[in-house]
């Protein structure tokens, strides 16, 4: 059964730093893996999604990664601002299915 | 578009009371996903649609909980009767494609059933 696991649960980092956040998940036969943000008492945003064949996608100053061996994707946020303040969830669909398998998130707070 | 809309955002409700969550997916958007998340378990998914025809319900936790997706632009989920456990938010998604497409979320209804 696929575990998906995200280390730290919470986060807190000054304006201006850059930061890695970390997603390892235990069947590598995956199809896809997306990164959603939540803000409190709002719905998810996807944010960027990479495709089992692919090793990295970029959106601004985020940038994902993935290593199906290993069983790990992080989320690179560049130059991190009080905006960024939300959960981050990573999320695996292990075929063509739809279905995702969430991650319990990673609460983050930019201090300013 | 106004994206997936929810109605209502919030609903409290007594023990035995039936519950009808409502969700208008984005237009041209082939599939539609009932998720709910609670502190404990997480986001899990409940029951997904193509084309309006159930695919997969096996999420759905008991008979209480049915969902309908009468046509392109509407799908409803239903608890009834409703029990305090089943206090969570209930977010609904759509998306379209071939698999590797983005999911995009309602902003949810927070049910509490006292």
């Known amino acids: 059964k696929q575990e998906v696991t995200q280390i730290p649960a919470a986060l807190s980092v000054p304006e201006g730093e850059n930061l890695v956040l970390n997603c390892s998940f235990t069947d590598s036969a995956i199809y896809n893996l997306q990164w959603f943000r939540q803000d409190p008492g709002k719905g998810l945003t996807s944010l960027l999604l990479i495709q089992s064949s692919q090793r990295e996608q970029t959106s601004g100053r985020l940038n994902a990664s993935l290593d199906k061996s290993s069983g790990r994707s992080t989320l690179y946020i560049a130059a991190s601002q009080p905006g960024d303040s939300a959960t981050y969830l990573c999320?695996?669909?292990?075929?063509?299915?739809?279905?995702?398998?969430f991650g319990s998130g990673t609460r983050l707070l930019v201090r300013p | 578009d106004a994206g997936v809309i929810q109605s209502p955002r919030h609903e409290v409700t007594e023990m035995g009371q039936e519950v009808t969550l409502r969700c208008k997916p984005i237009s041209g958007h082939d599939y539609l996903f009932w998720y709910r998340q609670t502190m404990m378990r997480g986001l899990e998914l409940l029951i997904y649609?193509?084309?309006?025809?159930?695919?997969?319900d096996s999420g759905m936790p008991e008979d209480r909980f049915s969902a309908k997706m009468p046509n392109a632009s509407f799908s409803t989920l239903k608890i009834q009767p409703s029990e305090p456990r089943d206090s969570a938010v209930y977010f609904c998604?759509?998306?379209?494609?071939?698999?590797?497409?983005?999911?995009?979320f309602g902003s949810g209804t927070q049910l509490s059933v006292l």
């Open positions: 998604a759509s998306s379209t494609g071939t698999g590797n497409e983005k999911l995009f």
């Open positions: 999320a695996l669909q292990m075929d063509s299915s739809y279905k995702l398998i």
């Open positions: 649609f193509n084309n309006n025809v159930p695919i997969d």
